[in-house]
């Protein structure tokens, strides 16, 4: 393992290196594969279909459970690899609502958020054209910000903008205090702790269940 300490540290920065410093200088000699369903092609695919198992799981014990499909699948959003390992399988089930929900940070209007579809513009990021956060002068990428680390990346999967862009999948935000909220709420209802990356699309859940 080795730690990045360029930019802010985050995915995209450890992404940047990954390619720049081993995978392009040596070629011939590395393999790169990021964990995420964002990069040039073929890799967001790859990483889908590695995902996918969760969603087929989704299908088998809906079926276990209640003899059918799920009405709605809620997932957060950074990059997107969970998101997508559970909607793929779902995607042309038109009946199956997909939402994604992606980090607000401080609020979708104080610059400082995660919210790559709500917010982005489409751009060019780790050789894939998506959905990304970036200025309005010479489209430099922003830094983003969610309490969550998971969710800090500037861009999204391809996937998810293409998602987005034909109206299958939904993508809504949460922001950090509403993400602090739902943690509450959720150790306070089922007494049990579910890591920070998730609370932020488990808090939309209780929104729509509500």
């Keep these: 393992v080795r ?7 985050t995915l995209k920065d450890a992404t940047s290196e990954a390619i720049r410093q ?27 279909e590695f995902h996918a198992v969760i969603g087929k ?23 997107g690899s969970n998101a997508m390992g559970l909607f793929h399988e ?19 209007e104080s610059g400082k958020h995660a919210a790559t579809l709500t917010k982005g513009d489409v751009g060019v990021l780790h050789g894939a054209m998506c959905y990304l956060l970036q200025d309005d002068d010479d489209g430099q990428i ?21 998602l987005k862009d034909i109206g299958r999948a939904e993508y809504y935000s ?10 509450e709420s959720i150790d306070l209802i089922f007494f049990f702790f579910v890591i920070f990356v998730k609370h932020s ?3 939309l859940l209780m929104i729509f269940v509500s």
């Design 57 to 79: 799981e989704t299908r088998k014990q809906a079926m276990e459970k209640w003899g059918g499909k799920p009405d709605v699948l809620v997932a957060c959003v950074g990059g």
């Design 174 to 183: 949460v922001t950090d205090d509403e993400a602090l909220e739902g943690i």
């Design 3 to 9: 730690p990045v300490h360029s930019g802010t540290a």
């Design 22 to 48: 081993d995978w392009v200088t040596n070629v011939e000699s590395t393999h790169y594969i990021l964990g995420s369903v964002a990069g040039p092609h073929p890799y967001p695919m790859m990483v889908r």
């Design 90 to 108: 779902f995607v042309d089930d038109a009946d199956v609502r997909l939402i994604g929900v992606e980090a607000a940070g401080f609020g979708l």
């Design 201 to 203: 699309a488990f808090l």
């Design 142 to 162: 922003v830094e983003p910000h969610s309490i969550s680390a998971g969710l800090d990346y500037p861009g999204v999967g391809p996937e998810h903008s293409f």
